[in-house]
């Protein structure tokens, strides 16, 4: 418990003993925590260059390490990087209906690939969670003209957020208020 407060307090005296560590014993997963510690403090570059170290260094094709890669490079706005990751995983059990699924469909429309982004972006309409990627998905709808569509997801989400417990209105309050404004100019 101290240790973890201490990394609260300084960041980068966890980053320290991580690379002392891996300076220590040059291994698979003590690359994935330097660089899971990195993607942490928001060092996305460094992140993702020890994320493909630790890819380039094993053999397997590891679905935790893409995933965390997909989201540092969606901090940075690399989408071309994010689509050519997400398809070597988009087979993958685990990348249906997730956020990475999600952020691959968001690269895909930045990129023009309208249509496949359409495909990834509706798998996170999934009732009683997701709230804020499913606002985002309602905004592309428009931005399609697929006003209908957007519709019924908003009010579906302004019923949701009704019927929320405490802890997740905190938490959503400013996505279901954003989802009330929406759906009132439509």
Known sequence: MTSEITNIINPTKKIKDL???????????????????????????NAIENYKEA??????????????????????????????YAEQIKTHNEFKKSRTQFLYGLALEKLGRVEEAEENLSAIDIRFSFYDERLIYTNFLLSINKKEEAKEIL???VSEGKH?????????G??????????ATL
């Open 55 to 84: 890819l380039d260094g094993s053999i397997q094709n590891d679905f935790y390490v893409i995933q965390k890669m997909i989201e540092a490079f969606h901090k940075i706005g690399d989408d071309k990087s994010i689509v050519i």
């Open 174 to 183: 400013n996505t279901m208020t954003e989802a009330e404004k929406l759906l």
């Open 19 to 45: 690379e002392k560590q891996l300076e220590f014993s040059e291994s698979y997963q003590n690359r994935v925590n330097l660089a899971d510690a990195y993607l942490e403090i928001g060092d996305d570059q």
């Open 155 to 157: 009010e579906s989400l």
């Open 164 to 172: 929320m417990t405490k802890p997740n209105k905190r938490l959503y």
